[in-house]
T-cell receptor, first 115, second 110 residues
Framework: EPEVTQTPSHQVTQMGQEVILRCVPISNHLYFYWYRQILGQKVEFLVSFYNNEISEKSEIFDDQFSVERPDGSNFTLKIRSTKLEDSAMYFC?????????????FGSGTRLTVV | QKEVEQDPGPLSVPEGAIVSLNCTYS??????FMWYRQYSRKGPELLMYTYSSGNKEDGRFTAQVDKSSKYISLFIRDSQPSDSATYLCAMKAGNTPLVFGKGTRLSVIA
């Protein structure tokens, strides 16, 4: 079964450092998403991406965050200057369409720990 | 009022029990309703999706949506220890992003 692949599975970084989280969405999917889940809290939307541009972003997705699809397969989330409160699980997801009864397929996540 | 409310549990049931999981929501524009299962330190896995009101059955799982009450349910029949996980309701309106509930942690005891 097709899956969304995320790397690394765990990233430890020092406060103020830049991190890049990587995702390979399902190949025929057109819409890509980043969500995050702080320990014990709900899964929260960060950003959606379609046709090489951001289609929607939440208030969490401030100027410290950026997304990119550098080639035909990878989808990345960059955090420029990490803060302690950025520690969370970050999930990438993709879907064939954004409307209709299509669920999102999620990756296994990257656990980001900012120290 | 939070957009999606879900009792976090934990919920503990004996093997073979019928489990009922529920969410309420406030946004009447939501049309697509989903249930995800999440094992510890893993990504959410899609279990069921439903469009608008009604029931949908898939094996031991039944999803119900009552849009008039803004209430959705997931029933698990003949629950198994392997069903032990966190169950997340999620919903969306048209082209808007998926919005999640906080999740209910379920333990099925053998």
């Amino acid at each position: 079964e097709p899956e969304v692949t995320q790397t690394p599975s765990h990233q430890v970084t020092q406060m103020g450092q830049e991190v890049i989280l990587r995702c390979v969405p399902i190949s025929n999917h057109l819409y890509f998403y980043w969500y995050r889940q702080i320990l014990g809290q709900k899964v929260e939307f960060l950003v959606s991406f379609y046709n090489n541009e951001i289609s929607e972003k939440s208030e969490i997705f401030d100027d410290q965050f950026s997304v990119e699809r550098p080639d035909g397969s990878n989808f990345t989330l960059k955090i420029r200057s990490t803060k302690l409160e950025d520690s969370a699980m970050y999930f990438c997801a993709s879907s064939e369409l954004t409307g209709g009864n299509y669920g999102y397929t999620f990756g296994s996540g990257t656990r980001l720990t900012v120290v | 009022q939070k957009e999606v409310e879900q009792d976090p549990g934990p919920l503990s049931v004996p093997e073979g029990a019928i489990v009922s999981l529920n969410c309420t929501y406030s946004n009447s524009a939501f049309q697509y309703f989903m249930w995800y299962r999440q094992y510890s330190r893993k990504g959410p896995e899609l279990l069921m999706y439903t469009y608008s009101s009604g029931n949908k059955e898939d094996g031991r799982f039944t999803a119900q949506v009552d849009k008039s009450s803004k209430y959705i349910s997931l029933f698990i029949r003949d629950s198994q220890p392997s069903d032990s996980a966190t169950y997340l309701c999620a919903m969306k309106a048209g082209n808007t992003p998926l919005v999640f509930g906080k999740g209910t942690r379920l333990s099925v005891i053998a």
